[in-house]
């Protein structure tokens, strides 16, 4: 009994020992589990804490960037108000507005004449209106409601080159003369350069405008003294003249004796205003102030009262705003409106090198010609001077050591002044068409011009003000084109120019780019060889011995001039 109770007892203790560690198991198992429990709900915590930081950090930067928007632009308009007019209207330009052509008509309410927007798309082969395009026009188009539109005014339209600035106003204009069926000097069109006129005259004989004449200043029907008051019938010239597309420097001198010519005149459009404002020897604003008096004038003494009255617009373009010290501020502007864009994208790449000398540049040229341009077939490239001396010189430096290396790998021109206009044109049209891979000029073509094809700029020389690199960087990356590479050669005082450039353009870095030493050895060692050839060609240039802009191979110059 004993033994069997024992048994019993100890068979019991044994369950009660089993039972107690499945308990406690089962009391881990929960307890791990409600730690687990803890844990991801302390991590989810930590997240949400976490995501609620991030938010935070990104309302933050979101705060910034729209306090930097806002400063920016307050900074603007008041820039503009201080340079053109304290009650200007200020528009800034929507750049995701680009309106499908075919699509204007229907959604716009100042219609475009059917035969623009078909030659748009025949003829130009464009499907869309950019975006200063899709702003812009639906102003300059109130001319159809009269001068007593609330909206309407006189335009200046400030956009980046390359966006469509030039067909923008050209479009209002010839529209004008189609609605209007026009048949006097209605508008006049000013611009800084000769090449512009060109242009100009160019994209509005594209329309095919029946019965349009679009005429510019020809010195061929002046004397020899060149004196505009002289012309032989002027007012019969210009009698059949719609648009007159000149230069400010001839304007002057046919204006001021002959004002009645441009007394029905209902456009004056100014292009690359800023720097006709700055550089240019004529009073602009005088001039324009003039023709609106005249205009004015004409339109008090009309016999007909019951005609309409009508204001001469004024429409200012540039890629720039003039600056304050310009004084526009003395233009008789009628309710100023004013049209802005800012590029908030990277348009080209761009890099500099620093650099001492004349010299130095041209190692660096040299070099990258040689070694970092793919595809030299299709190399279509700007080479920016300071001036015709420095343009001539790397002119002859650079055809005659490519002849000294046997290289014939480009065609290279330089445009200058001092060329007929028959061979600038020339230059030009194979620039253009790719037949010369390389011009060299200075800023008389940094303004205005359409090059498409252009994918690389040289600022060779640096200019004194940004807005003229401005202008420079302005043929690459135009609407349509390649993306394009700018380079930069400087001095460490120039550094100033290039950063107030970009940030004008909305480019946050440049970066600096440099060749070892060692690597350019061949190439100083050739130039030092070529500076005695070189310097001897163009004082025989000078003693008029040999032509100055005409290619001679090195073989050609050892035998007319030795060494």
């Not at 060149?226 to 032989?232: G, K, R």
């Not at 005249?294 to 001469?312: A, E, G, M, T, W």
């Not at 304050?324 to 501020?329: G, I, K, P, R, Y």
């Not at 030299?376 to 002859?396: P, Q, V, W």
Request: proline fraction near 1%.
């Amino acid at each position: 009994m004993k033994s069997s109770f024992f048994i019993n007892h100890l068979e019991k203790f044994s369950k009660d020992e089993m039972l107690r560690k499945e308990n406690f198991d089962e009391l881990v198992r929960i307890d791990i589990e409600e730690n687990n429990k803890k844990i991801i709900s302390f991590d989810n915590i930590n997240d949400s804490n976490n995501n609620n930081n991030n938010n935070n950090n990104n309302n933050n930067v979101d705060d910034i960037i729209l306090k930097k928007e806002k400063k920016r632009k307050k900074k603007k308009i008041e820039q503009i108000r201080n340079t053109l007019s304290s009650n200007c209207r200020v528009i800034e330009i929507n750049d995701d507005e680009e309106i499908k052509i075919l699509d204007w008509n229907n959604i716009k309410s100042t219609k475009i004449n059917e035969y623009i927007i078909n030659s748009l798309i025949t003829k130009f082969h464009f499907n869309n209106f950019l975006a200063c395009q899709s702003n812009v026009l639906e102003y300059l188009l109130l001319y159809k409601y009269g001068s007593s539109c609330l909206k309407s005014g006189d335009i200046y339209i400030e956009v980046p080159t390359g966006l469509g600035k030039t067909l923008c106003y050209i479009i209002s204009i010839i529209d004008y003369f189609l609605y209007k069926n026009e048949n006097t000097l209605y508008c006049l069109i000013l611009t800084a350069t000769d090449e512009l006129v060109n242009q100009i005259m160019n994209v509005i004989n594209i329309f095919e405008i029946k019965n349009l004449k679009c005429m510019n200043i020809d010195m061929k029907n002046f004397h020899s003294n060149i004196y505009f008051d002289e012309i032989i019938n002027h007012k019969k010239m210009l009698s059949d003249c719609n648009i007159l597309v000149t230069t400010t420097k001839k304007f002057e001198g046919l204006f001021y004796s002959n004002e009645d010519i441009f007394m029905n005149l209902k456009f004056v459009i100014i292009d690359e205003v800023d720097k006709i404002v700055a550089y240019s020897q004529c009073n602009i604003c005088s001039i324009v102030n003039s023709l609106t008096y005249i205009v004015k004038k004409h339109q008090n003494n009309c016999s007909n009262i019951y005609k309409p009255k009508y204001f001469l617009q004024k429409i200012l373009v540039s890629a720039t705003l003039c600056k304050v010290s310009d004084n526009l501020m003395s233009l008789d502007l009628y309710r100023p409106i004013f049209f802005y864009y800012i590029l908030n994208y990277k348009r080209n790449e761009e890099f500099y090198f620093f650099t001492k000398n004349k010299y130095s540049k041209m190692y660096i040229l040299i070099k990258l010609l040689l070694n970092h341009i793919p595809n030299k077939d299709m190399l279509s490239m700007l080479i920016f001077c300071g001036d015709e001396d420095s343009s001539h010189t790397l002119y002859r430096y650079l055809t005659i050591y490519f002849s000294y290396n046997n290289n014939n790998n480009y065609s290279i021109k330089e445009y200058s002044r001092q060329l007929s206009n028959k061979v600038k044109k020339k230059i030009l049209t194979n620039f253009l068409s790719q037949k010369v891979h390389i011009l060299i000029c200075n800023d008389n073509i940094s303004r205005g011009l359409d090059t498409v094809n252009v994918n690389y700029v040289i600022n060779f020389d640096m200019p004194k003000h940004y807005n003229v690199l401005t202008h420079r960087i302005g043929r690459l990356a135009r609407y349509n084109s390649r993306r394009g590479t700018v380079y930069h050669f400087i001095k460490k005082s120039e550094n100033i120019i290039m950063n107030k450039s970009a940030k004008q353009r909305n480019v946050n870095l440049i970066e600096q780019k440099r060749f070892k030493k060692n690597t350019l050895i061949d190439i100083k060692n050739n130039i030092m060889n070529l500076k005695k050839i070189v310097k001897n060609t163009i004082h025989m240039e000078r003693k008029e011995k040999i032509k100055p802009h005409k290619f001679y191979s090195y073989d050609e110059l050892i035998k007319l001039i030795g060494t």
